[in-house]
């Protein structure tokens, strides 16, 4: 009994004594989250976003765009060439009837895409207009399609290398790649190669697969709501998430996976309305895309500013080189690994080509940004071009939206929150089979993964963007350095199974199915 | 000359009366060859999360030993016992599209199937399985009551 009373007093006093301390804190938490996180996180994103001596351009943009280029020569423009085969498989051509019921070439696809299509195309692609210009655009769909070749690449080995398990689940992505594909080529290091990949990816997992979300999700329900501290809104996506992922409540991911391919083409049929409502300024967008691209229309940085944001974004969005979607694709059931590789060449396809073009033509036909219409440049608000109401991110992209119809910034705060929900959850598996390559299956280390992540939700959505961004992109580029110096080694095992492949497609071996 | 019957089952009382109607087809026929097929409704162009596409080979096997035990093997018994060998299938995909593919594949002359177990706004909006297949089949269909 006294016990019982020292402690309720003991309880009543903390609570008096803490209340105004954590009213006071509650007000600063997410700048204290802030502070913290870009501190400790800055090293990380300065190393990987270095800039070549003497110059401002960062050498990981450089070494995404040399890759795309070597696996587009490599391939002889495996991109254009298998477009058309690419569109045939998913369309189940080829498909075995036998094999019905297993995992489809559309269902690896579309499962992909969600994990990709989300704020990189809403948030990403107004980060990379509103401080790159509309010029921004036209690097980026250049370096869409040359990320398909980067695609191709990994998504064929991802399948060709996964684990296949006695229970009859799978487990693919870089990890197993390098490792198997370098013991089978004799090379050494596949193994620290693998290890690397598994912890760039688990710490991109939280970063763009997680924080980014969060942090945009938060920015877009606070924009229509009114300001509110993000951890709120950390915490009830982190509750949602963790019922999800840990809990085993399966329907809310299910729903989600249904939900979020019709935002998407809510999305992009919203974009065409607002394109082709205002069609007579198309020619004037495009205009502004090309002389932008080459000029930068006195963005900073000029056309180099314009090019790396392009690039960096276009990277960031469509993941291609990354690695992440290896994980996703490898689950396919095919005998033909390679089939896996042209499906997947689709995906920055839909992601970059399509879709982010979509947001930046809105954007620059809204007419947000200030430009002065005496020399027809951009107007400058630090580093970022002025815009009208003076947004940036996932806020910037609504504005566009509701120049046209005011009621958008709904439907988007919707979207938004649903692709955040669905990347977080694609992201929690890629970051999970890392976290199990380094630490073993078992109930408590997966759990223990599940944990941080969650955790993370809410970091990501208290911090400010700048921070989050960095670091996002800094972890994501990160698994690229490792995913993409191992490509180099084994992507000579992939023109053997492309040339194989190519033969037997010749003399009638391989034939579509009739259905 | 033998002829070939395909029957569809669906699990239902429906099915039990096309298995019993085509074993009494079968001898009036004579020489006749049975195939019993159970066909697990899929679309190939569904949207999964990663966690269920990893899993889907073992759940695909866990769903055709389910069929088999439930619908096909307690068919086949039945049929054995009435003195007909006969072969059973499970396969995934569209019920009435699969159907028809199947009954090709094996050469059947005939196709017997249970009347429709849909009801209500899901058979208005795309018809009963049973019906597609009267509509598009490419051999004579007959549907038990």
Redesign the interface.
């Known amino acids: 009994m006294k016990f019982y009373q020292k402690v309720m007093l003991s309880l009543g006093t903390a609570s008096a004594l803490v209340s105004p301390a954590v009213a006071q804190e509650a007000m600063t938490l997410d700048e204290k989250v802030n502070e913290a996180f870009a501190a400790f996180t800055g090293p990380f994103v300065n190393l990987i976003f270095a800039p070549f001596p003497g110059t401002s351009f960062p050498w990981i943009v450089m070494w995404l765009v040399i890759a795309a280029t070597v696996f587009t020569i490599y391939f002889s423009f495996v991109q254009l060439k298998f477009f058309k085969h690419a569109i045939s498989l998913v369309k189940g051509d080829y498909s075995d009837p036998n094999d019905a019921g297993e995992v489809s070439h559309f269902q690896a696809l579309a499962t992909a895409l969600s994990g990709t299509v989300g704020l990189g195309n809403i948030a990403g692609v107004a980060v990379a207009v509103g401080i790159g210009g509309p010029g921004a655009t036209f690097w980026m769909i250049l370096a869409g399609l040359m990320g398909m070749a980067s695609k191709f690449t990994e998504c064929t080995l991802g399948v060709k290398y996964r684990n296949e398990y006695p229970d009859g689940t799978v487990s693919g992505g870089p990890m197993y790649y390098i490792s198997k594909g370098f013991s089978e080529l004799g090379l050494p290091g596949g193994k620290i190669l693998a290890i690397l990949f598994s912890i760039f990816c688990i710490l991109g997992a939280l970063g763009g697969g997680n924080m980014f979300q969060a942090n945009q999700a938060h920015a877009q329900i606070s924009g229509i709501t009114g300001a509110y501290p993000g951890w709120i809104t950390g915490v009830i996506f982190a509750a949602v998430v963790f019922i999800v992922i840990v809990g085993g409540v399966k329907s809310i991911a299910r729903v989600t996976e249904k939900v979020v391919p019709f935002m998407g083409i809510l999305y992009v049929g919203a974009s065409l309305v607002i394109i082709l409502m205002n069609y007579d300024q198309i020619g004037w967008a495009f205009g502004q895309i090309f002389s932008g691209a080459f000029s930068g229309l006195g963005v900073a940085g000029g056309m180099v500013g314009a090019l790396i944001q392009g690039f960096k974004r276009a990277a960031f969005s469509n993941e291609a080189g990354v690695g992440s979607a290896a994980i996703a694709h490898s689950a396919v059931r095919t005998k033909e690994p390679i089939t896996e590789g042209f499906v997947s060449l689709l995906e920055p396809f839909i992601d970059t080509v399509v879709i982010c073009t979509m947001t930046a033509l809105v954007i620059t036909i809204s007419g947000q940004l200030i430009s002065d219409p005496a020399t027809g440049l951009y107007v400058l608000d630090g580093a970022h071009i002025a815009t009208v109401d003076g947004n940036t991110g996932v806020a910037l992209t609504s504005a566009a939206f509701a120049s046209a119809f005011s009621w958008f910034p709904y439907v988007l705060a919707v979207a938004v929150v649903l692709f955040a929900f669905s990347t977080m959850i694609s992201w929690s598996y890629y970051g999970l089979k890392s976290w199990t390559y380094l630490f073993g299956e078992g109930q408590t280390s997966e759990l223990v993964f599940k944990v941080i992540f969650c955790v993370f939700i809410v970091i990501g959505a208290a911090a400010n963007l700048g921070p989050v961004i960095d670091f996002s992109d800094a972890a994501i580029f990160a698994m690229a350095v490792v995913n993409i110096t191992a490509l180099y080694f084994l992507m000579k095992l992939v023109k053997q199974e492309l040339l194989s492949y190519v033969a037997r497609l010749a003399s009638g071996e391989i034939k579509k199915f009739t259905h | 000359m033998t002829s070939k019957i395909m029957i569809g089952l669906d699990g239902h009382g429906s099915g039990e009366r096309a298995l019993a109607y085509a074993t009494k087809l079968a001898k009036v026929i004579g020489s006749c060859e049975l195939v019993v097929v159970y066909v697990?409704e899929?679309s190939?162009?569904?949207?999964?999360?990663?966690?269920?596409?990893?899993?889907?080979?073992?759940r695909?096997?866990e769903?055709?030993s389910t069929a088999m035990d439930r619908v096909i093997n307690p068919a086949l018994a039945s049929l054995k016992k009435a003195g007909f060998s006969a072969k059973g299938i499970v396969?995934?995909?569209h019920v009435a599209?699969?159907l028809n593919?199947l009954s090709e594949e094996e050469n059947a002359e005939q196709i017997v199937v249970g009347r429709s177990t849909e009801s209500g706004l899901i058979k208005r909006f795309f018809g009963s399985s049973t019906a597609n297949l009267v509509m598009h089949a490419n051999v004579p269909v007959t549907v038990v009551g």
């Open positions: 697990i899929w190939p162009y569904s949207f999964q999360t990663p966690e269920e596409n990893a899993e889907r080979h073992k695909r096997e769903e055709i396969r995934h995909g599209d699969t593919d």
